[in-house]
């Protein structure tokens, strides 16, 4: 049975930073992809950024246009967790974030931000960026 619990979320002022973690059981690192999306107050779900397996080049790692260069993504293969590090946060960047889960090898690059990709989804977490 596949489980993906999330944590790491809060609040934190504009330019703050989080962590946010996905430890996943039931799948292995190797071949399985890890996405995160979020969910903003009367917005659709958009995926934030997508990582391909560990065995896979890190040139098949994705990113929302909205993040790149503030977001990063990595794995800690010991402990099956994917993180996502937000730094210069906005408050466009408040919403509940949603770790989703496949198997395979690789984000699909013109499809990982769909949500139907995935078929495990984790509880989410609260981020909220404000002063």
């Known amino acids: 049975q596949v489980q993906l619990v999330e944590s790491g979320g809060g609040l934190v002022q504009p330019g703050g930073s989080l962590r946010l973690s996905c430890a996943a059981s039931g799948l292995t690192s190797d071949y399985s992809v890890i996405a995160w999306f979020r969910r903003a107050p009367g917005k659709e779900r958009e995926g934030v950024s997508c990582?391909?397996?560990?065995?896979?080049?890190?040139?098949?790692?994705y990113f929302a246009d909205s993040v790149k260069g503030r977001f990063t993504i990595s794995r800690d293969n010991a402990k099956n967790t994917v993180y996502l590090q937000m730094n210069n946060l906005k408050p466009e960047d408040t919403a509940v974030y949603y770790c989703a889960a496949d198997a395979g090898y690789y984000c699909s690059a013109y499809e990982w931000t769909i949500p139907s990709e995935y078929n495990y989804w984790g509880q989410g977490t609260q981020v909220t960026v404000s002063s």
């Open positions: 990582l391909s397996s560990s065995t896979s080049s890190s040139s098949y790692t």
